[in-house]
């Protein structure tokens, strides 16, 4: 069974300094990795996905993501870290060639950014 | 703006009662996804439809129900309710599986 682990519940980080959210998961076969963005009382909010190619994956408002198969690692980053990019971040996995959308999350890390 | 669209935004029924929540998805997707959010058990994924037929199931109680009609739109039928069973309720649509699915902005259902 795919799972998602996102050790960190919370992220502190001051606006201008660059940001990590880790995520690790675990599949049978070759995932499809994606990240969400849920703002307080909003849906979630695409930012990036990867399915295959560059390991370094680039999505919306600047953010990027680096796959590592050896570390099973999918580490959402941004250089430089906006007040605005406080929310809650969800990494999400589904296997490749299943055919339909089981995506599984993981239990999210609420990003803070201090001015 | 997502495209998808939930109704109602808010919910608010008594134990033991019916609910029904309805998803609207982008023009052009087939997928229909819905998936519950509670503090604590998370983001978990109830069932999928895609173009009228059921796909995958998740952890969806035998109270729960679903379907997608020949226009596209779902209902998430929701009986005999608990307590347990406030959450926020997200409905996502895609054109395929195996694609980005893009989220409504949910239904909050609160049980009193």
């Known amino acids: 069974a795919q799972s998602v682990a996102q050790p960190e519940d919370q992220v502190n980080v001051a606006e201008g300094n660059p940001l990590t959210v880790k995520c690790t998961y675990s599949v049978s076969g070759n995932p499809y990795l994606f990240w969400y963005v849920q703002y307080p009382n909003r849906g979630l909010q695409f930012l990036l996905k990867y399915i295959t190619g560059d390991n370094l994956v680039k999505g919306s408002y600047g953010f990027e993501a680096e796959f590592n198969k050896s570390q099973t690692s999918f580490h959402l980053k941004k250089p430089s870290a906006l007040v605005s990019d406080s929310a809650l971040y969800f990494c999400?996995?589904?296997?490749w060639g299943t055919g339909f959308q089981k995506l599984v999350f993981g239990t999210g890390t609420r990003l803070l950014v201090s001015p | 703006d997502s495209g998808v669209t939930q109704t109602p935004k808010h919910l608010i029924t008594a134990t033991g009662q019916r609910v029904t929540l309805r998803c609207s998805p982008r023009s052009g997707d087939l997928s229909v996804y819905w998936y519950q959010q509670s503090l604590d058990q998370g983001l978990q994924f109830l069932i999928q439809y895609y173009n009228g037929e059921e796909r995958a199931k998740g952890n969806i109680l035998e109270r729960f129900s679903a379907q997608q009609f020949p226009d596209l739109h779902s209902e998430l039928n929701l009986s005999s309710l608990e307590l347990g069973d406030s959450a926020l309720y997200f409905c996502a649509s895609s054109v395929v599986g195996d694609t980005e699915a893009f989220f409504g902005q949910g239904t909050r259902l609160t049980v009193v």
């Open positions: 999400a996995v589904t296997q």
